[in-house]
């Protein structure tokens, strides 16, 4: 495990998360704002070992899987990325239910754990519901640019920590 929230826990991916793993990325809904097209299974299988065997020789590496404290099901994914950025992703079925706002606070406590002094997300401007989530966990807007994978715009964010 590598933190939980009240609600969620956060471990390595494993294989056995692939079918969990392919529903969120075959999501065009979920992937709208983070590449802007839905991966074949084959796409999420390939990316999902590839994640997995860099558990091997990186120590803040995106992602990790979410899970539900209270039975373990799959919720998404998250991290900790080398530049201090943070992202997640959910599979829609648990959108509005709360895990993004538990998920960003558990991401902030484990940063600081980690040492780190600042955090960064980039957020579509469309996604208002993670851009909320942001902002109310202290992130402020920084600059505005276009998204290098969607071509929309988007805000980069800093917290201080």
């Known amino acids: 495990m590598i933190f939980e929230t009240n609600r969620l826990r956060v471990r390595k991916l494993t294989i056995s998360d692939l ?3 392919h529903k969120m990325q075959s999501d065009i809904e979920v992937m709208r704002y983070i590449t ?16 997995i065997a860099r558990y091997e020789t990186k120590v803040m590496e995106w992602p990790y899987a979410v899970t539900l404290k209270e039975n373990g099901s799959f919720v998404g994914i998250c991290g900790v990325i080398e530049n ?10 648990y959108w509005y ?6 998920l960003v606070e558990g991401l902030i406590l484990f940063s600081k754990q980690l040492g780190l002094k600042k955090l960064m997300a980039e957020v579509i401007i469309e996604n208002t519901g993670s851009y909320k ?3 109310r966990a202290g992130f402020t807007v920084v600059k505005e640019q276009v998204c290098k994978y969607t071509k929309l715009p ?3 964010m800093n917290l201080e920590l």
Do not use: C, M, P
């Not at 201090?84 to 079925?93: A, P, T, W």
């Not at 239910?97 to 538990?102: L, R, S």
């Open 84 to 93: 201090n950025e943070i992202g997640y992703r959910f599979l829609k079925q």
């Open 36 to 51: 802007g097209s839905a991966a074949t299974f084959e796409q999420s299988e390939a990316k999902l070992n590839e994640w």
């Open 133 to 135: 989530i942001l902002k």
């Open 97 to 102: 239910n709360g895990y993004g706002t538990a």
């Open 19 to 21: 079918n969990d793993f």
């Open 154 to 156: 988007e805000y980069i």
